[in-house]
């Protein structure tokens, strides 16, 4: 669990670190700076309940602007996790991701596809930073991450659905990226996996109530396999598809710690030492 406090704190290192790359004017003025002053309103509005003030004012305004604290709190506090793997990415390879990272609009409801590759972005980095966490040494290059552990690399193309009748089309798409990089690297050395993110379709601007963490995360891993059964995508293992990896992120309200807190969910699908190696890295899932 991170306090609100926590978070504030780590924006503010995240726009000291857009500075060295010329992009705290972006930063600022682009959604995080709109994420800032969300999450300082909460924290004001909590401050006025705990003194005793009109609740039911102050509880239809929380109800009123819940969709916007909750994605202001998940993606700031995916920006506190991030921040220490960011800080070791050479400055070539992360300048045009953050700076993509930087726009899009403020809630994951008003994109579309001429707006959406901020969180497209953001979740290649939340993902390079799972597996960098876990040993992994992470390059930011095409298809869009290089995953290196022990003697093979892994290549990994990312995408985040928007519609459940996308799956198959965007699995699709990104073999075919990972087909077209693997042709550089050696056999016998480097494979490719796909990553797809469901959390468009799970709702960030919504909290469901859970009596604990394990409800919270058994809730995630049943919303992928049931996003995965409705669909039943058409994929076949090979060398650009090793397997596929499927996320889900979402908000709860934790009955047990009476807080909302973010799960993140990630199911590797395939079988075979290349699954296994990646599944290391990447680890089942997380509750934050």
């Known amino acids: 669990m991170t306090a609100y406090g926590d978070i504030l704190s780590s924006l503010e290192e995240f726009f000291e670190f857009c500075r060295t790359f010329g992009l705290q004017v972006g930063a600022e003025g682009g959604r995080f700076g709109v994420y800032r002053s969300c999450i300082t309103q909460l924290s004001a509005e909590l401050d006025r309940l705990r003194a005793g003030e009109n609740q039911v004012d102050i509880y239809k305004k929380l109800r ?7 994605v202001a709190l998940g993606e700031s506090g995916e920006i506190r996790e991030m921040l220490p793997f960011l800080r070791t990415c050479p400055p070539a390879e992360l300048t045009p991701k953050l700076r993509a990272l930087l726009s899009g609009p403020e809630l994951p409801s008003e994109e579309d596809l001429a707006t959406n590759q901020a969180r497209n972005i953001q979740f290649e980095l939340w993902l390079a930073t799972v597996l960098w966490r ?19 690399t892994i290549l990994l193309a990312c995408k985040r659905v928007l519609s459940v009748k996308q799956l198959t089309k965007r ?9 077209q ?16 993110s469901f959390s468009n379709l799970l709702g960030m601007e919504d909290s469901k109530v859970v009596k604990d963490r394990r409800e919270a995360l058994d809730r995630l891993e049943s919303a992928i396999e049931k996003l995965i059964n409705r669909r039943r995508p058409k994929w076949h293992q090979s060398r650009e598809a090793q397997g596929i990896i ?7 309200t934790n009955h047990e710690t009476n807080r909302i807190e973010f799960g993140a969910s990630l199911q590797l699908f395939g079988e075979g030492p290349v699954c296994e190696t990646l599944a290391k890295s990447i680890g089942r899932n997380a509750l934050h």
Request: hydrophobic fraction near 45%.
């Open 64 to 70: 009123a602007e819940l969709p916007r604290y909750l």
């Open 134 to 152: 876990g040993g992994a040494q992470i390059e930011l290059a095409e298809p869009d991450l290089r995953c290196k552990i022990g003697e093979i």
């Open 171 to 179: 699995i699709n798409q990104a073999i075919r990226q990972v087909r």
């Open 181 to 196: 990089n693997l042709k550089s690297f050696a056999e016998n050395t480097s494979w490719g996996f796909v990553a797809i």
């Open 246 to 252: 499927f996320h889900a992120k979402a908000p709860f």
